[in-house]
Each structure stands twice: as C-alpha cells, then as structure tokens.
C-alpha cells in the first residue's frame, strides 16, 4: 500500500517545518549553551549580552516551531504521535522541564536585578538550553532506530538510551551551539564587535568539527542499529547528505577565510543544518515508525491532511510575512545602537542622571528597545521593498 | 468487571489531576493572551483621542506586564500540548486526526499573536501613535480566534461530531463538523466573554486596592475604571450566556446536567438546589426552591428533566456534590460581579462619576479574584462532570490515559514548576508596580505622550512637553525619493 499524496506532500511539511525549528529553535538553543560556557560574571558579559540581545526579541516567535510541529503530528499522524508520547515518555518529559525553566529564566532574567538573581535565572536558562535539546535528539534517535513500537505498553527506557539515541542527544547539542555560533559570528559582526566575532568564529569552528564527528559517528552506529535508514541514508538520501557534507565544510573554509558575507554564511550553515533534517525523513520514507508504522496506515484520513495543508497555506499567507520582517530585521541588526537606548523613558526621566551613567542602566531595557528597533526597521524594510519595486 | 478492568490496566487519576492543574493554571494566563491587548489599547485609544498621560502611562505599563504574562502563558501552552502526547496518547492516537484540526488553527493564531505581539510590545516609541495602536488589532482578533479554536476542541469532546469510527478507527472526518460542533457556539462564547471578565476585574481589583490605599490620583481612577468597564460590559452577556448553555447542557449532557443540579430521578417539579452536600442519596445543608429547577431548563413547572438514574453508575460523573458546589459558586459569582457593575453603571449614569466608598471598592478589590475562581469552577463542572468519557459516549478516560508509569513523579515536578511559574506571574509585576511607585512619586500625574524619541535623545532641553515631539521618520528627507 503506498501513501496517498496528500499523505507525502503534509510529510513533507512536517519535515520542513522540523527543520525550521531546529534552525530557529536550534539557534536559540545554542545561545544558551555559550551563555554557559561563557565563564564567569566579567569574563562572559560581552558574549552574554550579544547572545541576549540577539535572542530576546525572536524566542518566542521561534518556538512557535515546535507547536506546529506536535500539532501537525498529532493531526495528520495520531497513531505515530501516541506512540512516540507513550513509549518515550521520560525524553520528552526532561525536554519539556528544559523549556519551562527556559521561559521562566527569560521572564525573570530582565526583571533580576541582583546579580546573584541574574546569575541563578542565566544559569537556569543557560542549562535547560542544554537539555532541551539533548532529550529531543535521544527521541529523534529513538524514532530513526526503530525502537519505538506501534502500541507500547509503557515508556521503553531502551529506546532512547542506546548508542545510537544518545549519540543524536549530543549531535542535535553540538549543532545547536554550531548554528548558533554562526549566527553569533554575523550578529557581532553587524555591531562591529571584533573580538567577539573572533571568539564566536573559533566557537564555530570548534563546534562545527564537533558535530561533523558526531554524524559521522551516528551515521556509523546506523549501520548496526538501524539497517533500514542507514540504507537509504547512504542510498537515495545520500545526495542531501552530501550537500549538509559540503555545506558544512564550506562554513568551516569561510570562518577560516574570514570571508564574512551575511547572507551566504546564514544560508549556508542553515542548509548544512536543514539537509541533515531532510535527509533523515527522505530516510525514513515510507515509515513514520520505521519499520512498523509506515505513512499509508499512520496518517490521518484525507479531509484532516486537506486541512492541513489549508492551515499551511494559511500559515505562508499569515505567518511568513511577519516572519520574513523578524528575519530581515535580525540580518540588518541595530541592536547595539538600541542598547543604549532607553525604552523606560521614566527612568530616564525620572531618576537623576548621573554623568557618565546611562539613567536608564539597571532596568536592562536593552531587550525592550531591541524589539523597537524591530517595528521602525519592519516599516522600513517593507517601504524600502515598495520604493525599491517602483524605482525598476 | 470491565470497571475493574479499567483500573487494573491504568490509573488515571495522577494523569487527570496533571491535566487539571495544567488546564487549571494555564487558563488563566490564556484569558491574560486573549484580552490584556483589548484593555491596554483602550486606555491607548483614551490617550491618543483625548491627550490623556495617564491613560498612556497605563497602557504603557500593562503592555510590559503583557510581555511577562505572554512569555510564561507561552510555556504553560507548550506544557499542555506535550501533556496531550503525553498522558492521553489513547486519545490522540485514535482521534487526533479530528481533534487536532482546532489546535492546527490555533497554531496560526499562536504564530501571529506573538509576532504582532512583539510589534505592539516593543514599538511604543518609534511607531506613530494609530500605527503602533492598529499592530495591537491583530493580537485582538488572533487571540479569540486563537481561543475559539482551542475551546472548540473542548466542545468536540463534550459533542463530538465530524468523524465516522470503524473498528474503533477514524475513516473518514469532516473537518468543519468536528469544529462546529453543537457545543462549539456555547463553549467558545463562554470562553471568550470570561477571559475578558477575569483580566477585566483582575485588573480593575489591583487598581481598587491603590484607591483604598488612599491613592486616588487620575492614574488610579482610570486604572480602575477602563478594566472595570470591559468587564461590567461582558458580565450581563455571560449571565445570559450561562443560562443559556446550561438549558443547552440539559438536553445535550442531561447526566452532566444532573450531577450540576442534583437531579437523582427523572421527573418534573425537580426543585433548583443552592448549596447542599450529597451524602448517600440525600441533599444535606442545602436550600431547595421548589420546580425551579424545573422552569429555568423549560420555563414550566411541568418540564420533564433527566436524572443520572438514566445511566449505570459506572458512566456517571464522580463527585457530584463537587461539581453542584461548583456550578453555584460560579453561578453566584456571576450574578455578583452583575450586581457590582450595575450598581457602578447606575451610579455612572446618574452622578457621571466613579464609587469610590468602600462598600463599593472593597468588593471590587475582590472581584479579580472571584472572576478567577469562577472560571475555575466553570472548567470544574465542564470537565467533572464529562467523567468518566473524555469524549463524551465515545472514549473513556481509563482507555485514553498513558500507559506509562511515571505520571506521578511528573505530577510532583509539575504542581512544583507551576509553583514558580505562578511566582513569576504574580512576583515580577508586583516587581515592576513598586519599581514604578518609587520611581515615579508625581509621574503618574505628568507622564508626557510617550511616542517620538526620549527626552535623553531629543536632549534635556527639552523640558516643556506641550507638543508631540516628532517622530523619527525616515520618509521625511529621503533623498532618492
């Protein structure tokens, strides 16, 4: 039995928009992680408030990925859905812990204003970005190796715990903390930071080799575990494979060359990201649950995936824009300039200047005028667009 | 034996209670999602229309506790979708293809509340005044769209619709049936016209604490007053609301009917009990008004309601004295928050002024909270008195829960995240009204119009605010133009 098209076309989003969240999601992931590994209070301030700055904004936008992802699952493929939830039930658990200390540690972050406060909700925040992803890779791992059942009878600790689940855990780290480097490498750069695009290149660098190895190494382990994906990884997947192979080098020759052109080291680091994505569900191919579960039988009837792919299309007619502006915005950053500008005007007012002291200073409005920022830069962008398109 | 069965093969109680308190507190910030941006840009509209600093203060200050509330409402929603998977994969798994298609709606309102909520967030100073109002409209429309499509779901499992099962199987859905289902129009209604009570009188409440505080400044009257107003408008609709859905309940969900009203048999002249605790068959501590019961569902004494005796015990909701307790406290609530904003609207339409005495602000400071509770015991009745289905005559509970064993070591972890998470949301406004208090000792009275550049960037010659200072526009001088 072969799945109907409209089976493969909502597949086909759900692995796109994946992907959008493991480079939207992923990045702000790995800006956690360097948070982390930033060091101490002095030392680390500079990177911390690049990543801060660059994250605030668009976090919550970003993890809009992973709703539309769990409801796109639980629609279009329920029985794929209840079994994953059922039978890893403990991942998924620690991964969701991750997220809410996360949101607790941006809400109360800005509001802190001791250090020890600051430092405790950073480190909250800072290590649940850490674990995050970490138990979404031994889930995805899980999947690829077929460990999950069609109808389990309770959570399968074997399932995320082998080499294999543990081995994505630690890949889907290193390439959250190495898109987000790149980002960070262009985020600095647009702010003329320097030392910091130094310090983020070699990051990348480090965290690039890193998860190169780890692929590979997962990729090996495939071989054992997960005959059927390593299969078609190797076969009719491999082109994608290639491309994320050759995309990440070339990230790697660029950090070298210092050849810093925005748009292409964007592109292509999120290509060498997106491809790994995309090559595990062409790898997967026919089976949501490979080997037991396979598209034709797991997918939802034909009126819910036209619903579906309604609700994409609305998503591309809705959402997208604002997203293109979020995008567009971030690419032409004035986040440094907003730092010193100060949205709580109040304060500004209201609180004696002090020379040489920004008033505004405790408040850590940064994040607040970053945002400002945002909208003039929207308008612009779409007025530039409008201009621009008058102009030829 | 199949009961017996049932509890042998999954507990569903740790899960159902996980449920609960996540539902339970998760409301409560959805409402804040669906209707803080109509407040804030109220007081907004007053200060653009009518130059007024302090309404603009207001909506200034309650957009930056709407940031917190949405990035901790924005979590706890994550919580709920994963503790669908994660404790009801017997539901999902067989009807999430139905199901799923209000939340695949809500996520499109999701993703467009929170850009535009970033806009209207964060572009209080570079935005001119109507542009930066008009970015708060599509927060407006998406959150109750967003709410509709969430709470039509819930209607879907008290009357489901839309689908065809065979061999305990989904074969074929219709989507527009499964989200128009009979209850949807009820539910969703309901939903949205008590979100915008709570957040109404949660706010007007923190403001009428300031006014029995003694601080009785422009600032504080229309803090009060413009929540206030947004809620007193939607009380009398949700009372007439109410009654409504209960009479729909009657002939839709007779036993959930029953278990609200006490009704044991089958009859007419049922009497309407207030109060009153179930022990053994037998109504104790409770007011019965004879055949009430009887004409509020049929406007008759002679209306004929259902009584639980219809059904075998097994498939009658548990804790029926919880749910009766429940259903008139939220009942009594309502008609109390009815008779204090009329008692408010009379006195507005007569002396054109605002109640400041006690006896009017004292129960006002209390009406978030009622508003709160309220809500809470509504949800109480709906999903209560749904057991022992969580589709209602068509999936038990015990056949939907997880068969995972860890759901009371999540249960723990999560009653102690909602804990800080509640901390959070109550802790960092709280933080930010005394930050502002002593900051601010006469701003309250004197805040300029916020739009354009700040006084530190126009510089601080700037002393004298008669008129807007200009925006920074980058079309004014643009050369290429």
């Not at chain 2, 909701?317 to 008692?343: K, N, Q, R, Y």
Request: glycine residues 10%; positive net charge.
């Amino acid at each position: 039995m072969s799945p109907s098209a409209a089976a493969i076309v909502v597949a086909a989003i759900l692995v796109l928009v994946i992907s959008a969240y493991a480079l939207f999601g992923g990045a702000d992931f790995g800006g956690g992680i360097w948070d982390l590994l930033a060091g101490g209070p002095a030392r680390g301030s500079a990177p911390r408030d690049l990543i801060d700055e660059s994250i605030t904004p668009v976090w919550e936008a970003n993890h809009v990925w992973l709703i539309f992802t769990l409801v796109l699952l639980w629609t279009a493929f329920p029985p794929a859905f209840a079994a994953i939830f059922a039978a890893l039930f403990v991942p998924l658990s620690l991964s969701l812990l991750g997220i809410v200390l996360r949101g607790v540690g941006f809400a109360f972050r800005h509001t802190a204003q001791r250090l020890r406060l600051q430092q405790l909700t950073g480190a909250m925040f800072a290590a649940s970005s850490l674990i995050t992803p970490f138990f979404m890779g031994t889930v995805v791992g899980a999947v690829a190796t077929g460990k999950v059942p069609l109808h389990p009878t309770g959570n399968i600790l074997g399932a995320w715990t082998s080499a294999t689940a543990i081995l994505t855990g630690f890949l889907f780290v290193a390439a959250c903390a190495y898109i987000s480097a790149v980002f960070l490498v262009l985020e600095a750069r647009q702010r003329g930071h320097r030392k910091l695009m130094r310090y983020f290149s070699l990051r990348a660098t480090v965290a690039g080799v890193l998860t190169g190895l780890l692929a590979g190494a997962t990729l090996g382990e495939l071989s054992a575990s997960a005959p059927y994906v390593y299969k078609r990884l190797t076969g009719i997947a491999l082109p994608l494979v290639a491309i994320s192979i050759v995309a990440g080098i070339a990230v790697l020759c660029m950090l070298w060359l210092r050849w810093y052109h925005a748009m292409i080291l964007r592109a292509t680091a999120a290509i060498a990201v997106a491809t790994v994505v995309w090559g595990w569900g062409l790898a997967q191919y026919p089976y949501l649950l490979p080997t037991s579960l396979s598209l034709a039988t797991g997918s939802a009837p034909i009126a819910t995936l036209v619903t579906e792919f309604i609700v994409a299309g609305l998503a591309v007619l809705l959402v997208a824009p604002g997203f293109v502006i979020l995008y567009v915005l971030q690419q032409r950053h004035m986040l440094s300039a907003a730092g010193s500008d100060s949205d709580l005007r109040l304060a500004a007012q209201l609180e004696p200047a002090i020379p040489g002291q920004s008033a505004a200073a405790p408040v850590r409005a940064g994040s607040v005028a970053t945002a400002v920022v945002l909208a003039v830069l929207a308008i612009r962008a779409v007025r530039d667009a409008l201009s621009g398109s008058r102009r030829h | 034996m199949g009961a017996m069965a049932h509890v042998l093969a999954a507990n569903p109680v740790p899960a159902r209670t996980q449920m609960g308190a996540s539902l339970g507190f998760h409301i409560i910030l959805a409402c804040f999602g669906v209707a803080f941006a109509a407040v804030t840009m109220t007081a907004e509209w007053i200060g653009i229309t009518r130059g007024d600093a302090a309404a603009m203060l207001l909506a200034r200050r309650w957009s930056k506790v709407m940031a917190v509330l949405v990035a901790v409402g924005a979590v706890s929603g994550t919580v709920l979708s994963y503790e669908l998977g994660l404790l009801w994969p017997g539901l999902m798994g067989r009807f999430g293809a139905a199901f799923g298609i209000g939340f695949s709606y809500e996520g499109i309102f999701f993703f467009v509340e929170a850009i535009f909520v970033g806009v209207y967030l964060y572009g209080w100073r570079r935005l001119p005044p109507w542009v930066h109002w008009w970015s708060g409209m599509p927060i407006v429309v998406s959150g109750i769209l967003g709410a509709m499509s969430v709470v039509a779901m819930n209607a879907w499992m008290n009357s489901p619709a839309g689908f065809t099962l065979s061999h305990g199987k989904i074969t074929s859905v219709d989507p527009v049936s499964v989200y128009f289902n009979a209850a949807t129009p009820y539910e969703t209604a309901h939903m949205v016209l008590a979100a915008y009570m709570v957040v109404g009188f949660v706010i007007a409440g923190v403001y009428a604490v300031g006014l029995l505080r003694g601080r009785r400044d422009r600032y504080h009257r229309l803090g009060f007053a413009v929540p206030f107003t947004i809620g007193a408008i939607a009380t009398p609709l949700q009372v007439m609301m109410g009654d409504i859905i209960a009479r729909f309940i009657a002939s839709n969900q007779p036993v959930k009917f029953a278990s609200m009203e006490f009704v044991a048999k089958t009859g007419d002249n049922i009497p309407e009990w207030i109060g009153g605790i179930l022990i053994n068959g037998k109504v104790y501590f409770g007011a019965a008004i004879p055949s009430f019961d009887s004409i509020l569902v049929g406007f008759s004494p002679h209306t004929r309601v259902i009584g639980w005796e219809t059904v075998p015990p097994d498939q009658r909701p548990p804790f029926p004295t919880l749910i009766h307790l429940s259903f008139d406290f939220m009942v009594g609530i309502g008609l109390f928050l009815l008779a204090l904003a009329a008692w408010q609207g009379w006195w507005w339409w007569f002396h054109r002024r605002l109640l400041l005495t006690p006896w009017f602000l004292v129960p006002s400071a209390l009406s978030g909270v009622a508003a709160v509770a309220a809500m809470e015991a509504g949800w109480i009745v709906t999903e209560v008195g749904r057991q022992p289905w969580i589709v209602y005559r068509v999936l038990l509970v015990s056949d939907a829960v997880t068969p995972s064993s860890g759901v009371t070591v999540t249960l723990g972890v999560i009653l102690f995240l909602y804990a800080i998470l509640t901390v959070v949301s109550i802790g960092v406004p709280m933080i930010m009204s005394w930050r502002w208090r002593r900051e601010t000792p006469a701003e309250e009275e004197a805040e300029q119009v916020p739009y354009g550049p700040s006084p530190a960037e126009v510089g601080a010659s700037a002393a004298g605010h008669s008129e807007r200072p200009a925006l920074p526009r980058a079309s004014a001088g643009r050369p290429e133009a």
